[in-house]
């Protein structure tokens, strides 16, 4: 994939110096033609199985819009090319102010602007300047589907003056050929999690896996109801669902499952670095997560979730009503969000009952019965181990009620005793202590 596009690359740039080369000749014999790029048609890339390639087809973009899509991409892949635009007038003993561009803090080389899409686009022309201004705009699929931006300075200045950038999926798309996995940063407060387990590991009770199967088959579907179905007139984009009941259950464990059936990445939101005590902050830092997964194959999954979408209160202080806008904002994010959104909860009476009709589907996650926890015993342990003839698994979950999550605890208690030991048997005592380690987490006694 990286041979592809970087042999589909090389055209490009070649084209794109063969545009600049023509633009600045042209502008120095102060000859104010519109023509460019047309007078120089961009390579074909019909047939060709680079995913650049693919993105410029898919999208039917015209010579203009590859310009500024190179423009953009330039800077991280041959940024040398973009030197030319540092020419001085020398009559002003200063850069052209047609020529746009920036410097970098750290980046040597000509960052380039809305202003240097126009002057290689538009030349003189206002016609030409004002429908350049169009690919900026919300609705173009640039904007839409978050592939490049213009990045203003100050909100007070040109919009062309506002820096080419270049979403990190595609760049990623346009170099490697594969979807970018965001770092956890203060920037994306979220981290990547994921399962070597699989559906056969997960012990649910038949309702809750019929409720789980629907999400499946949203995921599955979803695009066919709301496209060829025509149902996108009639209901909102995505899918957004509560996970509710007692810690250990399967929650976390089934958000993981979903993406790894589908091939979509899970991101469990941090918090800790979402929630602030300044007003606006959690908005901002929330902001931020939603406007990245926007247009990703991604799965949100939000543990905890009562700590952010909390019950709104009777607005007795300035506090309580910026937290009830905290819940408002999030209500209407929540609800305009395109993609899948998992809320987890151990308490859904914390959650505000506004979010009720706003999720698809609300699934408990109830503590496992006797049956299911006989199961949950049974694949707890090691294939190299074995159990002491008195250590009966049957009875041991007949008699104790303990969520998966719980099991494991024991399961790995009881294993290191026994490699402690220097042993491969588990022992009924040390099961019976983990139980009782366990219980006394929760106040309760064996």
């Not at 170099?175 to 990547?192: C, E, Q, V, W």
């Not at 905890?304 to 019950?311: C, M, P, R, S, Y």
Request: net charge negative; glycine share 6%; aromatic share 10%.
């Amino acid at each position: 994939m990286i041979h592809e596009n970087a042999a589909v690359l090389h055209q490009e740039m070649a084209w794109f110096q063969q545009v600049v080369d023509l633009r600045m000749k042209k502008y120095f014999a102060e000859d104010g033609s519109t023509t460019l790029p047309d007078q120089l048609p961009p390579p074909q890339l019909k047939g060709n199985g680079a995913v650049y390639a693919q993105i410029v087809q898919h999208y039917n973009m015209n010579a203009t819009e590859r310009l500024v899509l190179l423009l953009a991409l330039i800077p991280h892949i041959c940024p040398q090319l973009l030197d030319v635009f540092f020419t001085k007038n020398a009559t002003y003993d200063r850069g052209f102010t047609e020529f746009g561009g920036i410097k970098g803090q750290h980046h040597g080389g000509f960052l380039p602007t809305g202003e240097t899409a126009a002057f290689l686009a538009a030349a003189s022309s206002l016609e030409q300047r004002f429908r350049l201004i169009e690919l900026f705009g919300p609705d173009h699929f640039f904007a839409k589907h978050s592939i490049l931006k213009l990045v203003p300075s100050n909100a007070e200045e040109p919009l062309l003056s506002g820096t080419l950038s270049l979403y990190p999926e595609y760049l990623s798309y346009f170099t490697l050929g594969t979807a970018h996995k965001p770092d956890y940063s203060i920037n994306f407060p979220a981290k990547r999690i994921e399962t070597s387990l699989e559906w056969s590991d997960l012990v649910l009770e038949d309702h809750t896996m019929e409720e789980v199967e629907e999400i499946r088959a949203w995921i599955e579907h979803g695009n066919t109801l709301m496209n060829d179905w025509g149902m996108s007139r009639k209901i909102k984009p995505g899918y957004r669902s509560l996970f509710y009941g007692p810690p250990g259950t399967g929650k976390s464990m089934t958000a993981c499952l979903l993406g790894k059936t589908f091939s979509m990445d899970v991101y469990r939101i941090d918090l800790s670095m979402i929630v602030s005590k300044f007003i606006g902050e959690t908005e901002k830092n929330l902001a931020q997560v939603f406007d990245r997964a926007a247009n990703q194959n991604w799965i949100l999954f939000f543990d905890e979730a009562d700590a952010l979408f909390g019950k709104r209160t009777q607005t007795s202080s300035s506090n309580d009503r910026y937290a009830n806008q905290e819940v408002a904002y999030l209500l209407q994010r929540i609800e305009d969000f395109p993609g899948m959104i998992v809320l987890a909860t151990n308490l859904k009476a914390n959650i505000d009952d506004a979010f009720g009709r706003r999720f698809q589907s609300m699934i408990y996650f109830s503590m496992p019965g006797p049956e299911q926890r006989f199961r949950l015993w049974q694949q707890a342990f090691p294939s190299n181990v074995q159990l002491e003839e008195k250590l009966n698994l049957e009875e041991i979950a007949r008699k104790h009620e303990l969520a998966g999550g719980a099991i494991i605890n024991v399961s790995r208690y009881s294993c290191l005793m026994a490699l402690k030991r220097n042993s491969t048997t588990i022992l009924h005592k040390d099961v019976v202590n983990g139980i009782r380690k366990e219980f006394g987490k929760e106040g309760k006694t064996v």
